[in-house]
């Protein structure tokens, strides 16, 4: 197109804009909460800076500053947000961080009566004013949200109105860790207060699905965007012909998971985006997605984030509000001696505020951004409640406030799927629940790889410390470097973070992810039956088996069955010598045990040893073998126990559902609404197929 066209269709794009534009009573209230806010901000903040900035009885100059600021703004915000496109990360970055002072410092350049400020001290003032209007919002509403809720949404109608695109679409929104019955409570606890409307309209239907062991992110997501049931064991392991452990937290590793198992024919193939997932669905967009991780700096959702004046800087002053609030929660769950708790501190203090703010806003913004420029389906992944739950426990207080936000975000899509082209379909779905516990090290007073290690008299190597936390610090540490295509991040990833490899002579991998974890004798190819781990280390099962917060112990032996035991009993799973001796060491995890543990010894590299942390009913407890409160990936509680809402008119089955047959309905869905192409039984039957 040239110039001289383009510059055409942005005139009559203005234009229709301008006429489709009218004044409404919440217009004028947004104007003028938006006018009295700024107003009290870069007062307060003058008045704080070093110096007489503001002759006296400056109130007409401060009010002059305030609406040059807002126009200003208004007129340098959209070329903030195209130089962010163009110059990609580093862009982002720079007007993220720099927006607010070139538009302040603009103003005040226009504003004669006040006096100009240097640049360092323009930073400080711009910054301070974002802090005292967020403060103000927070008061006005208990949350800042709404503000920038509010923004976001404008953005979008208008992106919309130019996109011209219409007919049906379907955001899928995955609550990571949000267990079904805890959902339920959350409902009755009024802290879902637009989802419990839906339900209670019946708009929306509220099922649970089984998820099977591994009960953790990975093999969620490979099930739902992939359709894949046996990729993944848990979330990380041992990979023996690669001698090393894969870990899916570290992009490198996410992306090699991926190409181990994609079709290319995933839940997304056709259009869509993935935003903010483990993997990408073999999504022709993709951000914030580990397998592929790039920052989205040239992507106009996150220009615009950067560029607003409630985006960015709003995020970060939040951020800091989360590690402050963390600090605070930490320090009351010790001097109340909450049990069970964990170690609060490091690391988390400031990754809580990066999953529950700065991730989750920018993960709002591109989704918005798609919506309004018409993709067909859409997938997000919003971590806030299983990062936090990880920590404080999965049904504690300041897990639960986690859902008002996620509620606001889900209304927010609600809100914005009336508005742009297509008439989007909302779906939440979970890939797995949490199950609170004391941990292994708590209660036995050491590791598991440290009692392995003393059971077989040998240095064990082991992969014991919270992994899934780390996922966001690590997406974005890994997102500077631009990539291009499915499979070059993971040549440039891997060349970036390689994984550790094992302790040179450490004939014993233990590789921990939650409540599960796989044992593997490094020096043996292949997966080892029961009889080869005897003879290699006697001592190892019948070790194992007598520790007290060990549930089970699972092995496959030479003639194929699976067997399961501990101090109590044994028992034997599928083949010719299947049976029972003793207790049944399954009782305690529920009558889907059995299944779900055959389902797992099916799995690609499950380790020759696996082992489940104790879970005690009565308690509801179970022990983890990583130092988190709320744990998953094993059996026991509502770690296995996830979620689907859906629209009342979807076809459904009855009976119990499992990722699979999630899949399969997404898949079907879209086949139904014309956004996917029909192929190699892209539209299976649910009930054949189960």
Known sequence: MTGRGSLSRRAALAGREVAHWRPSLRWLRAVLRSFVVSFLAVAVTLWLVPGQQVPEHGTRSVATLVLVVLLVGALLRPILTRLTVITGVLGLLLVGFLAQSVVLGVALALVPSIEPIDFPELVVAAWGVAVVAAVLNWVVDASSEEVYLAQVLGRAVRTARRSDVSGPGLLVVQLDGVAEPLLRQAAAAGAIPFVTRTLRSGSHVLRGWHTG????????????????????????????????????????????????????????????????????????????????????GSEPGAAQFAASRSGFVRSVVLFAGQVVTEWYQGRRQRHRNVVPRVHRGGSFVFLRGLTTVVLKDLSVAIVAEQMARGTPVVYVDFVDYDEVAHHAGPTRPESMRTFESLDRALEFFADLAREVGRDYEIAVVSDHGQTQGSTFLQLEGRTLAQAVGEIVDLEVDAQEAPAEVMGPANLLAASGTPTHGALRPHRVLARRRPAPAPAAGSPVQVVASGSIAHLYLTGLPGRLHREEVEEALPTLLPGLCALTHVGVVLTRSRGGAVVVENAAGRRVLGGSDAGAWGADPLAPYGPLAAADLLALDARHHVGDVVVLGRYDPQLGEVAAFEELVGSHGGLGGWQTEALLVHPAGWTVPDGPLGGGDVHRLLVRRLVELGLRRSDEAAVPDLEAAR
């Not at 359709?227 to 990979?239: L, S, T, V």
């Not at 993709?286 to 790039?294: I, K, Y």
Request: contains cysteine; proline residues 7%.
């Open 213 to 296: 062991v591994p009960s953790t992110t990975p093999a969620g997501q490979a099930v739902l965007l992939h359709g894949e049931e046996h990729a993944i064991p848990a979330f990380r392991w041992y990979d023996k012909e690669r001698g090393r452990v894969l870990e899916c937290s570290r992009p490198a590793d996410a992306a090699v998971a991926e190409s181990d198992f994609t079709t290319g024919r995933g839940l997304l193939a056709d259009g869509g985006a993935s935003v903010a997932n483990l993997f990408s669905g073999d999504a022709p967009f993709r951000a914030l997605t580990m397998s592929d991780a790039r920052l989205p």
